[in-house]
């Protein structure tokens, strides 16, 4: 381009093995504005093309004599057209013999966009000159076009499959930056003013903007989307907008295309660099307010789901007792654990419970079906019946069937696992009532651990639940109530984690607290599913029983 933005003359790969034809051919060509490139046969034409390749400087048209004295025009052509970088390189015969039909038919077979018979008029060759570089530059706009439009649709199927705000912001801003070509930062703003973004993977992560330049973002939406309806494309310029986001301490203009979710509380904005840079078409911008919607209708929900796993959070921490504030339990040491699943993961609905019963103390581990608000409210209800039931009735198996009535009544289309022991702190006498959870494993002082065998139906289901299993606790044995969230890993079969758990429990230290810390340790990591841990040992008064045995 020159200086009024209008396109210069091209660059002519001539090639024409007369000496004078050429140089005529070259000069009439400069004359016009064009550059030119004059060689003299095939092989010096691939030579010349190979060279101004590896320099980024390929011609726009080639004007080929068909007769040339190391292989003909045509096969020249050929020979463009089957190598990718000059594939679309637009070619133009001449000849100054006679032409006829068949000649011009195997010019376009070969890919020729034109056939001039010279000598001809200059303005005659010039227009065709023109015409193939108009027409390669068409198909590249073209071309350019497809590209996007398949990076847009990429980088839509990418942002749609995010599990977080993070996730997403991170997703749109490389897609952002493929389909501009310069950096991009993205940027999703919750109710809670809480800045999400993400950056492309060409800027590098140091010296991120500080908290001070984040809130300034954040301000500058709020503002920007102030009664905004659409997508809506805007420059904001380098004093108002914080250095770093872009590259690491380098001030940019930025160009935003900001909207906002659905319900209008949530500004999303994508932002790329002007300042110093090509600023992007209208064609690109257009591409980037798709995206820039696109992203809004995925981070709706991400946003929606952050909400809603924060309340079933606070009815988690609220229902579940902390440590510090399980009831005193006479004659029992019980420490307790939970993990909530990772932030990308959906809430579960685990619990806990210890109890105190005119039987004995009540300890109690289970799990709601599902991943949801739903799950975390049920498990609420089910810890309240628990409570509710077991200050008449101590037996584990009827309070099974209890909590299983309890959830055909009001929960008919959910389920739930929960494993319930009554110990006797006086004597040992445990009795252990399952449904479908995984059973309770008891640790020895000598090393040994086993799990007991209890088994019975889920709750929700109206199946009858076996009479409980009972066994004998000595103050050295430590039973152990865990959620398949600890262990349960995807492709590898419960069994196998099972004998996993029971291996790393083996070689805990001694004390409940210890054993919690231990398989924590062991297993507790970025794991897809909620935690909850249970571990018990009687304090010492004097008794010796055996596993499984009767009290002396």
């Known amino acids: 381009m020159d200086v009024d933005g209008k396109r210069t003359g091209t660059t002519v790969l001539v090639v024409d093995d007369v000496a004078d034809s050429r140089y005529a051919m070259a000069a009439m060509l400069s004359r016009a504005g064009h550059r030119v490139v004059p060689v003299a046969t095939g092989g010096e034409a691939l030579s010349e093309l190979d060279a101004r390749l590896r320099k980024g400087t390929l011609p726009e048209v080639a004007l080929i004599d068909v007769n040339l004295p190391d292989m003909s025009g045509f096969e020249l052509c050929r020979l463009l057209k089957e190598r990718p970088h000059t594939a679309r390189l637009p070619v133009v015969h001449f000849s100054a013999l006679a032409v006829t039909p068949g000649h011009r038919c195997q010019g376009l ?103 001070s330049a984040h809130l300034t973002v954040s301000g500058l939406l709020r503002r920007l989307a102030r009664g905004q309806a659409g997508v809506q494309i805007t420059t904001v310029p380098a004093p108002l907008w914080p250095a770093g986001f872009f590259r690491p301490g380098v001030q940019h203009d ?33 591409l980037l307010a798709r995206l820039a919607q696109a992203t809004a209708l995925a981070a709706e929900p991400l946003l929606m789901y952050q909400v809603e796993r924060h309340v079933a959070l606070t009815l988690q921490h609220s229902f579940l007792p902390q440590p510090h504030r399980l009831p005193e339990l006479p004659g029992v040491d019980v420490v307790v654990r939970y993990v909530p699943a990772s932030r990308d993961t959906e809430i579960g609905g685990d619990f806990y419970a210890a109890l105190r019963t005119p039987e004995g103390v009540l300890a109690a581990v289970g799990d709601v079906v599902g991943h949801s608000l739903e799950a975390a409210t049920v498990m609420v209800e089910i810890r309240h019946a628990l409570r509710a039931y077991c200050v008449d009735e101590s037996d584990p198996a009827v309070l099974a069937e209890r909590l299983d009535r309890m ?59 076996p009479p409980p299993t009972e066994l004998f606790l000595e103050s050295t044995d430590r039973l152990l109530m865990v959620t398949d969230g600890l262990i349960e890993t995807r492709g590898i079969d419960l069994e196998v984690s099972m004998e996993h758990l029971r291996s790393a429990a083996c070689g805990a230290l001694p004390g409940p607290a210890a054993l919690c810390d231990t398989l924590l340790a062991c297993f507790g990591h970025d794991r897809d599913d909620d935690i909850a841990m249970l571990a018990l040992q009687l304090r010492d008064q004097g008794h010796s029983t055996r596993l499984g045995g009767s009290p002396p």
């Open 407 to 465: 959830l055909q009544h009001y929960h008919a289309d959910v389920t739930a696992t929960v494993c319930l022991a009554l110990i006797d702190p006086g004597t040992g006498r445990t009795r252990i009532a399952n449904a479908g959870h995984i059973p309770p494993l008891i640790i020895g002082d000598t090393g040994s651990a086993d799990y007991v065998k209890a088994s019975g139906p889920l709750l929700g289901l109206g199946l009858p639940h």
């Open 254 to 286: 930025a160009r935003l295309a900001l909207v906002l979710t659905q319900d209008g509380k949530s500004p999303v904005c994508l932002a790329v660099p002007t300042r110093g840079l090509r600023r992007a078409g209208p064609e690109a911008e257009a």
């Open 109 to 211: 077979d070969e890919g020729t966009e034109a056939y001039l018979t010279v000598p001809a008029e200059p303005e005659e060759i010039e227009a065709a000159v023109r015409g193939a570089a108009r027409g390669a530059r068409l198909r590249a706009d073209d071309l350019a076009l497809v590209r996007r439009l398949t990076l847009l649709a990429e980088t839509i199927v990418t942002i749609q499959a995010a599990r977080s705000p993070q996730e997403l912001a991170d997703a749109a801003a490389e897609g952002t930056a493929r389909l501009i070509g310069a950096p991009a930062a993205v940027f999703v703003l919750d109710q809670d003013d809480e800045l999400h973004w993400g950056h492309s993977r060409d800027r590098t992560s140091v010296a991120l903007p500080d908290e």
